[in-house]
């Protein structure tokens, strides 16, 4: 069990999760692994939003959603793995959809 306490301005609130582990009794351990998951996930999750704008996607149908999830984690490795041009995520694939040179170069990291 993990209880986190997050205190913004005057409010304070506190969310208990629960997750199963093969960890015994070290507690050091567990909290860094908790946090770094937690930090991996929220800076891809932030790079989806803001580069690829995942939140903003209206697919909605079938397996579509989970199709092209995995298509963007794929795009955001590749571009990611790039690194010839010293540019951010959004920028690099601007850049592959204007410059068919480029664009070559990024999947051919694949």
Avoid at 43 to 65: G, T
Wanted: hydrophobic share 45%; net charge positive; aromatic share 8%.
């Amino acid at each position: 069990m993990v209880e986190s306490v997050r205190q913004v301005d005057a409010k304070t609130t506190v969310e208990i999760r629960y997750f199963i582990s093969s960890l015994e009794d070290n507690a050091k351990q567990f909290a860094n692994s908790v946090r770094s998951h937690w930090g991996i996930e929220n800076s891809l999750h932030w790079i989806l939003d803001v580069a690829l704008k995942e939140d903003d996607c209206r697919i909605r149908k079938d397996n579509a959603p989970q199709n092209f999830a995995v298509m963007r984690q794929i795009a955001v490795n590749l571009l990611g793995k790039e690194k010839r041009v010293k540019r951010g995520i959004k920028n690099k694939q601007f850049l592959a959809a204007m410059d068919n040179k480029y664009l070559e170069r990024v999947l051919a990291l694949a």
